[in-house]
């Protein structure tokens, strides 16, 4: 099976712009998470997305949005950049079950640098 | 709320040795416990994990865990470390039926020859 793909793999903006992030999960997985990674604060969870529903959602402001399509493929939403948005942006899937119990497994991420 | 706690920022050891990663957890209710590892310019990816049962973890490449309820910890050991486990190393927890993880601020394990 392929694994978890993100596209882009590298981004640069500038402050000001917005940015979508594309994630295509592991074939029929249907849970999908964002993480944001940066060397500050580590790797902080974004939301997660199961049947086209948010299901949790972390600390980050509305800026920050995500949604699934009916594929299960995600995207990441960032608008209004700002410098402190520079950061890894990691997805995960995890096997159609209803609990933390079941693995995320990782894609490569897209690294996304704001100017 | 749960928090994860990585004791050690970044670990130095020569080839051969024996290593310990440090992790301590916080929380309320039951949890779930996971290692993770990331090599430069990749994604994580899973060592083991502790759902219930065995408190001993063994895991992918030579790497084990031990879950301690009382002392809220779950480090992972190897007995001989290689230069290719030269990595980053993340412990996380979940809760329940929440897919959110809750990551530690990392261990740089550097293995020197």
């Known amino acids: 099976k392929a694994g978890v793909t993100q596209t882009p793999r590298y981004l640069i903006k500038t402050r000001g712009q917005q940015v979508t992030l594309s994630c295509s999960p592991i074939s029929g997985h249907r849970s999908v998470s964002w993480y944001q990674q940066t060397p500050g604060q580590g790797l902080q969870f974004l939301f997660e997305y199961f049947s086209e529903t948010q299901r949790n959602k972390g600390n980050f402001p509305g800026r920050f949005s995500g949604r699934q399509f009916s594929n299960s493929r995600s995207e990441m939403n960032v608008s209004t950049l700002e410098l402190g948005d520079s950061a890894l942006y990691l997805c995960a899937s995890s096997p159609p079950g209803t609990s933390g119990r079941d693995t995320q497994y990782f894609g490569p991420g897209t690294r996304l640098t704001v100017l | 709320a749960q928090s994860v706690t990585q004791l050690d920022s970044q670990v130095p050891v020569f080839e051969e040795a024996p290593v310990e990663l440090r992790c301590n957890y916080s929380?309320?209710?039951?949890?779930?416990l996971f290692w993770y590892v990331q090599y430069p310019n990749q994604g994580l990816q899973l060592l083991l994990k502790?759902?219930?049962?065995?408190?001993l973890v063994k895991g992918i490449n030579g790497f084990e865990a031990e879950f301690n309820k009382s002392q809220t910890s779950f480090h992972l050991r190897k007995p001989s470390v290689h230069i290719s486990d030269t990595a980053e190393y993340f412990c996380a927890v979940s809760e329940g039926s929440n897919y959110k993880l809750t990551f530690g601020k990392g261990t740089l394990l550097t293995v020197n020859p």
């Open positions: 502790y759902l219930s049962g065995s408190t």
């Open positions: 929380s309320s209710v039951s949890v779930y």
